[in-house]
T-cell receptor, first 109, second 115 residues
Framework: EDQVTQSPEALRLQEGESSSLNCSYT??????LFWYRQDPGKGPEFLFT???AGEEKEKERLKATLTKKESFLHITAPKPEDSATYLC??????????FGSGTQLTVLP | DGGITQSPKYLFRKEGQNVTLSCEQN?????MYWYRQDPGQGLRLIYY???????QKGDIAEGYSVSREKKESFPLTVTSAQKNPTAFYLC??????????????FGSGTRLTVV
């Protein structure tokens, strides 16, 4: 069975304190790995797609990396506005994404 | 601006009542999806549709029904057979449902509560 596990479940950082979120997956035939940001009471917002081990994508203070078994979302010098839940999802079949349960990030001023 | 509109934002259902959640997109996307989100759990797929007049069950389809009569619209009905419908429901779309290069575009969600 395909599984996506995100850790930690919750993370509290001081403003400027860099850290990483983890997404590990056990799937048969990865077609793509996706990162989303979700604010409370809103739908997820697309951040990155990664397709192959070694690939990296960056956007402002966020950088996503991919290995054969996991992906990391690195947050450099975070700001309070980076507080959100970050979701990881994998595409296995041609038709759907399988999501992890998310990491709730809080950045304190 | 293009996007996905879900309505209503909040919905209250009485025991034994069917309710319908609306999802409309003006992105000209072929594929549309319904997900359910519960606290501490990942998004779980209810139904998806690749083309008009065709849809498939996802992982948790029991107690739900959908229709896809127009490309732009993919309403979800939560029937009385769904015993635990309280959740946050998300509608999404993608260009073709295959390449998913940009992932899904999500609506802003409907929060359904049983009263």
């Amino acid at each position: 069975e395909d599984q996506v596990t995100q850790s930690p479940e919750a993370l509290r950082l001081q403003e400027g304190e860099s850290s990483s979120l983890n997404c590990s997956y056990t799937v048969s035939g990865l077609r793509g790995l996706f990162w989303y940001r979700q604010d409370p009471g809103k739908g997820p917002e697309f951040l990155f797609t990664l397709y192959s081990a070694g690939e990296e994508k960056e956007k402002e203070r966020l950088k996503a990396t991919l290995t054969k078994k996991e992906s990391f979302l690195h947050i450099t010098a975070p700001k309070p506005e980076d507080s959100a839940t970050y979701l990881c999802a994998v595409q296995v079949s041609a038709r759907q994404l399988t999501f992890g349960s998310g990491t709730q990030l809080t950045v304190l001023p | 601006d293009g996007g996905i509109t879900q309505s209503p934002k909040y919905l209250f259902r009485k025991e034994g009542q069917n309710v319908t959640l609306s999802c409309e997109q003006n992105l000209n996307h072929d594929a549309m999806y319904w997900y359910r989100q519960d606290p501490g759990q990942g998004l779980r797929l209810i139904y998806y549709s690749q083309i008009v007049n065709d849809f498939q069950k996802g992982d948790i389809a029991e107690g739900y029904s959908v229709s896809r009569e127009k490309k732009e619209s993919f309403p979800l009905t939560v029937t009385s057979a769904q015993k635990n419908p309280t959740a946050f429901y998300l509608c999404a779309s993608s260009l073709d449902g295959v390449t998913l290069y940009y992932g899904y575009t999500f609506g802003s969600g409907t929060r359904l509560t049983v009263v």
